[in-house]
Each structure stands twice: as C-alpha cells, then as structure tokens.
C-alpha cells in the first residue's frame, strides 16, 4: 500500500516536527488553563506558585509537579473533574494489577478524540469498511474493549463486541463471521491455538484472520513473531494506560519499528526514574505523558512506571510522531532475586526462542530455608511430551543455560504439560512471589 493512502487523519498525521512542537504549545497553554477549574490542580498551581499563563516552553513544564498513581488514588477522583460533572458521560477504572484501582471521567468530546485516535492506529495498518473486526478484550471498566470499539466503528467495521475468554466461541464467531481483523492481549493469542488444536483446526487455514492488535501486556519481539507465524497474520503492538484513555496512546505502523505516540494529543518526557530529570534520546527511563486533548481530566506529567526509550531518526512511513520502543515493563514488575534485577520479559525472550516451548510460562519466586529460589515453570508443545523423555531433559537444560547468560543467575527449571499453568483471560499473570515479607 503507498504510504498516503494510509491517514486517517491526513492532516495530524503528516505534521512537521515544527509543527508538532508549535501545536503542542498552544495546546499546553490551553489544558493548564483547563486545569485551573480543577480542584486538585488549582491547589497544586496555587502550592506551587505556578502561573499557567507563564509557562512559555517545554523546559517550563518541569516547574509543574509529576502527577503519579498514588496521587490519584489517595485524591478523591473527582477533584481531576476540569468540567461540571453533568458533561461528563462515561468512566473507566484500571485493572487494578498493581493497586487500587483508579477511576478515569471522559466528556463526550474526550471519547470521540479517543475513537479517532484508535481509527488511526487501526487504518493506517490497513483496516478499511468490509473488515470485520473481532474485540477479543475485556469490556465494562477496562478500557481495551469499549476504546476499540468506538475507533472500530468510526472505521466502519462490522464489530463483534466478543469480549474476553470464552475461547471455543470466539472461534466459532471468528469462522461464522469471517473475522479478518482482531484485538487480543497477545499471552491470549497463543493460549488460544491449544483451542484451535483441540478443535482440530488451525488458526492460518481455518480463518480469514489478516491482522492482529495485540497489546496491554509487556511482550517480546518473539512473542510477536510467533503469533504471526501461528495465525498468518501481521501482528501490530498497540500501547496505552487507563489514565491517558487507554489503548491508541502508541501504535505501531506497518514498519513495526516502535510505536508512534500520537503528539498532537500528549506531550512525552522520558525521565530517570531515580533522579527525575530527563533522559537523552534514545535512552532508556519512565514515560512521562501529559494530556493535551483531555478536557474532563486532564492530567499533566503523568509517570505512568512504564520503563522505554524514544527511537532516535525518522521513520520510513514519514509520520513525525516519535516513536517508543517496546515497553520493558513496569518500574514495579521487576524482581530482585539473588541480588540480581530482572524483569519477566528477559526470562519471556529466551522462551519464546525456544523450540518445543509452548504457549505459556511463569516465574515463581520461592525460599526455601535462607535461600531464595526462582523457578520457571515452561509448558512444552504436546509432542515433546509425549516424546521420548531424552529430548525433554535436553530442553530443560538448554532453556536452564540460555537463561543463565541472559539474568546472570540459574534458575531451576520445571517442564509441565500444556494447559497446567492457570490460564488468565486477561493480563498474564507471569511471576508469582511466594517469599513473604523476610
Ligand atoms: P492497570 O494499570 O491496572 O493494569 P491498565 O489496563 O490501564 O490498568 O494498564 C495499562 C498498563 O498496561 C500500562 O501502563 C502498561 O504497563 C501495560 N501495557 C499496556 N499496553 C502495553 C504494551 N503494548 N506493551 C507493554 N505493556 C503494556
Ligand atoms: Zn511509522
């Protein structure tokens, strides 16, 4: 497909990095004034001695305070209201995976920006009217379901509004409907093949499956290339967090080189997470995000924990808007065992290059006496299994070695059978800390 005939919205999606800056400054002027009617805002301006209508550039914006997790939860949520609570017509909560949940608003325009942004990201991959596009993800208060939705039908694609789990009816909607297009957490799409084998059916014949937007979990590259290998598919990352919206922050382009933040709507700042000042580019640390767009609850400096770097250049797709690379993680979802930092994705991307390694894993943290131990218990495909067991020792060990040059450390490694980990049909549950407090 050329290149142009992929915008959305050809105008926001072919801004010079100049026009990115200028645009972003008016709209900064324009949200600290929205913040102003905000309880919590208005105080920290005031605390602060912050005069909105001073802050003159982006080196201004760091005399503003980050705005964190726990400052929404220990606010009540209201006081981020910027508008009348009558204009507000919809909220979402986080999935709560590290903590309270925290409650976002949205006024009616704030959930048609959104929908735009998700169309971007869907047309610029190739959705067009005629696709139909299967929402494999929690609806209600999780964003992922409802914020597709809407881009979805702004596209104009038969939406199937599926929702998570309930993999033998996915299936068969995806085959009764033709599916071509779906949105799945990615640790999802690979528990589903073993229902597909089941089924005696396979995801790259039996379906018309063309495209995948996996996200809302940390994932390796390989992860990525065996979804495509296993569906036959071209499998896009897709970023986002309750409190920017939700999914559509970052997506990537048909060049799957890093997400592209869509800066028209947020301001990006990528900072140490110890010393809080920002990083150069192309370095690692915290997004930082700030809402341009958001007019029930807008949010300035938001450390959203998620650990990236900003892909330094330009790329080939001609859009401007930075680009993210794959997110390692949360700050909070490294472990410390043996003196040793690791992060789950490390251990997930020796795995997912692993032959005879099936759909899932997960990393249990133990003590046994003073000594603390880390498992990794690896699902195997259902052959090896079976097989002869020579092969299966040959893979533990292979998997224990591949992981000792990559963490540093040795873990113990227990091969089970498909199916045994408990499945989760939402974020995977990938470490289990069964330490207690020491
Ligand atoms: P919770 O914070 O309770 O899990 P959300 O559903 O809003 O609630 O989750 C957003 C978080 O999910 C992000 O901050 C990030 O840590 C993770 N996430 C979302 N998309 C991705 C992605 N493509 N890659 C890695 N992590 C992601
Ligand atoms: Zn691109």
């Given amino acids: ?258 997400m592209h933040l869509w800066e028209d709507h947020y301001i990006l700042e990528v900072i140490d997470p110890q010393t809080l000042e920002r990083v150069p580019e192309g370095e690692e640390g915290e997004l930082v995000l700030t809402t341009l767009s958001r007019e029930g609850m807008p949010i300035l400096r938001y450390r959203t924990r998620d650990l990236a770097s900003v892909i330094p250049g330009e790329c080939p797709c001609g859009r401007k808007h930075r680009r993210i690379s794959r997110i390692k993680g949360r700050s909070d979802d490294m472990f410390i065992i043996k003196g040793v930092n690791v992060f789950p994705l490390q251990v997930e991307e020796v795995l997912m290059k692993t032959l005879g390694v099936g759909s899932n894993y997960q990393i249990h943290l133990e003590r046994v006496g003073v000594r603390e131990e880390m498992k990794v218990l690896v699902e195997v495909t259902g052959e090896l299994w079976h097989g002869n067991p020579s092969e299966l020792r040959a893979l533990q060990e292979r998997i224990r070695e591949n992981l000792r040059s990559a963490i540093l450390l040795t873990p113990l490694v227990e091969l089970v059978e498909a199916g045994s980990i408990t499945k989760s049909e939402g974020k995977a549950v990938r470490v289990v800390d069964k330490r207690g407090n020491f």
């Fill in 1 to 258: 497909m050329a290149p142009e005939d992929n915008y959305w919205n050809r105008r926001m999606e072919t801004l010079s990095r100049e026009e990115i800056s200028s645009l972003q400054l008016k709209k900064l002027r324009g949200i600290l004034e929205i913040c102003s009617h905000s309880p919590y805002y208005r105080r920290i301006f005031k605390e602060e001695k912050i005069d909105p209508s001073r802050i003159e550039d982006f080196d201004d914006l760091r005399r503003i305070p980050f705005t964190d997790k726990n400052i929404l939860r220990e606010n009540p949520s209201t006081d981020f209201l910027a508008v009348p609570r009558e204009e507000i017509i919809r909220l979402h909560s986080t999935s709560g995976t590290t903590g309270q949940a925290i409650v976002i608003y949205y006024t009616r325009s704030d959930i048609q920006t959104w929908a735009e942004m998700i169309a971007r990201c869907m047309y610029m991959n190739g959705v067009r009217r005629g696709d139909v596009f299967q929402n494999m993800i929690g609806y209600g208060l999780f964003t992922g379901g409802l914020g597709f939705h809407y881009g979805a039908e702004l596209v104009g694609v038969l939406t199937i509004p599926s929702g998570a789990g309930n993999s033998r009816r996915q299936i068969q909607l995806m085959r009764e409907h033709g599916t071509t297009v779906a949105h799945v957490i990615p640790s999802y799409a690979l528990l589903l093949t073993e229902v597909f084998e089941e089924m005696g059916l396979d995801p790259r014949e039996d379906t018309n499956l063309r495209i995948l937007f996996i996200g809302a979990e940390p994932h390796s590259e390989d992860m990525r290339q065996r979804i495509e290998e296993i569906y036959g598919v071209d499998a896009y990352n897709s970023y986002g967090l309750t409190e920017m919206n939700g999914p559509g922050v970052a997506f990537e382009c048909p060049h799957k080189q890093g």
